[in-house]
């Protein structure tokens, strides 16, 4: 939505889930997931291309992945976790991450 840069074209539809349709097998359809260009310093977004996650390169505005068009999500190691309580700037990242998407 809104909290993607300008320069990312990015359709509700297209970040959609398909579980839905998911089958039990190797053939099931995968799930798209937009991850910040800063994230790709730590191994998580390898380690869900290794799973079979269509990982989605962008610079978001707010929020490191976006898993579904209403869902963000922020990801802290614990003394960032810390550090951003103690300064205030974790409740600025919330207030923000609520204001455009449903389920942050």
Known sequence: GEALTAGATLSRSHLT?????R?????????NVVVDMREFRSILPSMLHKMGV????????VGDYVLAPEIV????SIA??????NSGR?????????????RP
């Open 80 to 85: 960032d976790l810390f550090g951003s309580f």
């Open 54 to 61: 269509v990982v989605e390169p962008v610079t978001l505005e």
């Open 23 to 31: 089958k039990s097998n190797a053939s099931a359809a995968l799930q």
């Open 17 to 21: 889930n398909s579980a839905g349709s």
């Open 73 to 76: 999500v922020e990801r802290k």
């Open 90 to 102: 974790l409740y600025k990242q919330t207030e923000f991450m609520r204001r455009y998407y449903e």
